[in-house]
């Protein structure tokens, strides 16, 4: 069965750095735009930064804009979420997920129901 693999998560303190990884197993990411998605503890999930298929297009959430950075290695068929001066607020459990998308559409995050592939999470936590 397909399943997702992601890793990266950790503990860091504010300011620092993780860079996040998604990689799949029984299938190829290479047909399917990317989303990352996190959720902290008593709040809803949310779109955090995607990229379309062909990997041309990018959408952060705007708390993100500026620090975090999606990209893809064709090559691997792996997908990160490179997180730079993070915050505490930043604390959260994030999900790769895969979305069947036309090669150049772009990616939406507000369009959770329509990914059809998830990850189990991995905790990213900032804290001094």
């Known amino acids: 069965q397909a399943q997702f693999v992601e890793s990266g998560g950790g503990l860091v303190q504010p300011g620092g750095s993780l860079r996040l990884s998604c990689a799949a197993s029984?299938?190829?990411?290479?047909?399917?735009?990317i989303g990352w998605f996190r959720q902290a503890p008593g709040k809803e999930r949310e779109g955090v930064a995607c990229?379309?298929?062909?990997?041309?297009?990018?959408n952060y959430q705007d708390y993100v804009k500026g620090r975090f950075t999606i990209s893809r290695d064709s090559a691997k068929g792996t997908v990160y979420l490179q997180m730079n001066s993070l915050k505490p607020e930043d604390t959260a459990v994030y999900y790769c997920a895969a979305d069947r998308l036309p090669l150049f559409r772009r990616c939406l995050l507000s369009a959770q129901e329509e990914y059809n592939y998830w990850g189990q999470g991995t905790q990213v936590t900032v804290s001094s």
């Open positions: 029984g299938f190829s990411l290479g047909g399917y735009a």
């Open positions: 990229i379309s298929t062909s990997g041309s297009s990018t």
